[in-house]
Structures are given as structure tokens and as C-alpha cells.
Nanobody, 123 residues
Framework: QAQLVESGGGLVQAGGSLRLSCAASGVTLAIYTMAWFRQAPGKEREFVAAISWIGGSTYYADSVKGRFTISRDNAKNTVYLQMNSLKPEDTAVYYC????????????????WGQGTQVTVSS
């Protein structure tokens, strides 16, 4: 059974940066696409970024393109989300997710989820 554990959330001022980490265990990540989603109060869960474990292709939502960077460390079984130039509208709970197979931006297509980490951006 896969386990995903996020860390790195917190409170930051607008324009600041945070780096989220997602440590995975119990799965062979070589066959998984890893992704970050976020959910703000009263809103739907939305796709943020994804990375294919084989090849390392990356995908981003338009709202974060150019500001966020997803990466992975195969040796540590860990995925990162570097968030720069943060805006108040980035405030949300951020979730790490894993999907067996090719990239998808649909949250319902992901098999495993972390518990989430809160990111709050003050104006």
C-alpha cells in the first residue's frame, strides 16, 4: 500500500517562496505519475503540476506556469514543488498524488493521496 507524506507548507507573504516535499513509500514509483493538486475553501480540487516518473516530463496548470516547478529525486523517492512569486490566490491545501500510468490532470484518476499541507499567502 502506497503512502505519501507531504511537508513544507506554511505562511508566507505575497511574492515569497515555499518548497513542498512529498515522500513516497510502498510503491515502485518508476511506473507512477506524481502530481500536486490544491483545494481552497469552497472550491473544487484543482490540478497544479505533474511529473512522469519515467522521462521526467512535466505539466503545469496555466495559473502556476512560470512560477512553480515540479521535480523529483528518484533516489529519495521524493517529489518537490518549488513555488515562487506566490500570490494570495495560491492559498490552499496542497495534496500530493500518485497515478499508475500516464499523465492526467483529473484528480479522480489518481490512486494514492497524501494528507495535505496548508499553504497560506498573505497580501
Amino acid at each position: 500500500q502506497a503512502q505519501l507524506v507531504e511537508s513544507g507548507g506554511g505562511l508566507v507573504q505575497a511574492g515569497g517562496s515555499l518548497r513542498l516535499s512529498c515522500a513516497a513509500s510502498g510503491v515502485t514509483l518508476a511506473i507512477y505519475t506524481m502530481a500536486w493538486f490544491r483545494q481552497a475553501p469552497g472550491k473544487e480540487r484543482e490540478f497544479v503540476a505533474a511529473i512522469s516518473w519515467i522521462g521526467g516530463s512535466t505539466y503545469y496548470a496555466d495559473s502556476v506556469k512560470g512560477r512553480f516547478t515540479i521535480s523529483r529525486d528518484n533516489a529519495k523517492n521524493t517529489v518537490y514543488l518549488q513555488m515562487n512569486s506566490l500570490k494570495p490566490e495560491d492559498t490552499a491545501v496542497y495534496y500530493c498524488a500518485a497515478r499508475r500510468g500516464a499523465y492526467s490532470s483529473g484528480w479522480s484518476n489518481y490512486d494514492y493521496w497524501g494528507q495535505g499541507t496548508q499553504v497560506t499567502v498573505s497580501s
